[in-house]
T-cell receptor, first 114, second 113 residues
Framework: GNSVTQMEGPVTLSEEAFLTINCTYT??????LFWYVQYPGEGLQLLLK?????DKGSNKGFEATYRKETTSFHLEKGSVQVSDSAVYFC?????????????FGQGTTLQVKP | DAGITQSPRHKVTETGTPVTLRCHQT?????MYWYRQDPGHGLRLIHY???????DKGEVSDGYSVSRSKTEDFLLTLESATSSQTSVYFC????????????FGQGTRLTVV
């Protein structure tokens, strides 16, 4: 079945450091890929998405490229801020007939120190 | 914000009692999902619905049932709550389309004592 694997956290960085959070997936067909962010005490919110191979999603300085050849969708940011501290989830959306499963990775906690 | 409301937001219940969590949407989205979030496990799919009265199991469906009698409501029932079901439960909605994103509720923190 479909699955998503994220790098284990927590990830601790200093402000202005470069961020990479790895995400790889297993899927049949042509899924869409998403990154969600969860701030403390809140629900998840969409950060960015990519819907086909070689697409790059971007938002708030974050980027991720849909790489079909390596089945990856790594999240990057050039210079993190303290306000980026949160839990980040990689997700895969696929459709089979009328169903629409949305599968999440384990989540990676990011802590940014001033 | 997407119109999605979970109730209750917090609940403490005793082992062996039935519990129902409600997810209500005002967006008329086709898909609705129930997830649980636990440390070290991320977000795991319990059940989801792809239409009124159309539901399917997720990866951790044992001990849970769902119902969707109308588009706007998706109920999650713990038939006989156990301590292992202590968790934060999230509902999500998603409209039809391969590339659409999900919108999440604020979560329900359930404690089974």
């Amino acid at each position: 079945g479909n699955s998503v694997t994220q790098m284990e956290g927590p990830v601790t960085l200093s402000e202005e450091a470069f961020l990479t959070i790895n995400c790889t997936y297993t899927a049949t067909g042509y899924p869409s890929l998403f990154w969600y962010v969860q701030y403390p005490g809140e629900g998840l919110q969409l950060l960015l998405k990519a819907t086909k191979a070689d697409d790059k999603g971007s938002n708030k300085g974050f980027e991720a490229t849909y790489r079909k050849e390596t089945t990856s969708f790594h999240l990057e940011k050039g210079s993190v801020q303290v306000s980026d501290s949160a839990v980040y989830f990689c997700a895969l959306g696929s459709f089979s007939g009328n169903t629409g499963k949305l599968i999440f990775g384990q989540g990676t906690t990011l802590q940014v120190k001033p | 914000d997407a119109g999605i409301t979970q109730s209750p937001r917090h609940k403490v219940t005793e082992t062996g009692t039935p519990v129902t969590l409600r997810c209500h949407q005002t967006e008329n989205h086709r898909y609705m999902y129930w997830y649980r979030q636990d440390p070290g496990h991320g977000l795991r799919l319990i059940h989801y619905s792809y239409g009124v009265k159309d539901t399917d199991k997720g990866e951790v469906s044992d001990g849970y049932s769902v119902s969707r009698s109308k588009t706007e409501d998706f109920l999650l029932t713990l038939e006989s709550a156990t301590s292992s079901q202590t968790s934060v439960y999230f509902c999500a909605i998603r409209k039809l389309g391969a590339n659409t994103e999900a919108f999440f509720g604020q979560g329900t923190r359930l404690t089974v004592v």
